[in-house]
């Protein structure tokens, strides 16, 4: 069964840092992109990074470069999203998802999903 599980929200002051984990099993890791998205009340669905197992490779969306850090420790299977210098903006439930195709920020190219985590920053 393929399972991605989040961990590592919370809630934080504006300026403050959390690491999200996304721990993926029943699949072969090596072989995915794994993404991260959010979700904000009453918005779509966003992505915001992406790392390509095979040659560690990433993106981001812009309003999160040099912000946030996406890696991946590929002998635990699990991808980290570092995420520093939050703002309220950055309010959301953060999802990771799997895809077989090349990295992308777009949710449709995603076939499995994590349950969510939520974080929340404070001004």
């Known amino acids: 069964e393929v399972q991605l599980v989040e961990s590592g929200g919370g809630s934080v002051q504006a300026g403050g840092s959390l690491r999200l984990s996304c721990a993926a099993s029943?699949?072969?890791?090596?072989?995915?992109?794994i993404g991260w998205f959010r979700q904000a009340p009453g918005k779509e669905r966003e992505g915001i990074s992406c790392?390509?197992?095979?040659?560690?490779?990433?993106f981001y969306r812009d309003s999160v470069k040099g912000r946030f850090t996406i890696s991946s420790d590929n002998a635990k299977n699990t991808v980290y999203l570092q995420m520093n210098s939050l703002e309220p903006e950055d309010t959301a439930i953060y999802y990771c998802?799997?895809?077989?195709?090349?990295?992308?920020?777009?949710?449709?190219?995603?076939?499995?999903w994590g349950q969510g985590t939520q974080v929340t920053v404070s001004s």
């Open positions: 998802a799997r895809t077989i195709d090349f990295c992308s920020l777009y949710k449709d190219y995603f076939d499995s």
């Open positions: 790392i390509t197992a095979t040659d560690g490779r990433t």
């Open positions: 029943g699949f072969s890791f090596d072989d995915y992109a």
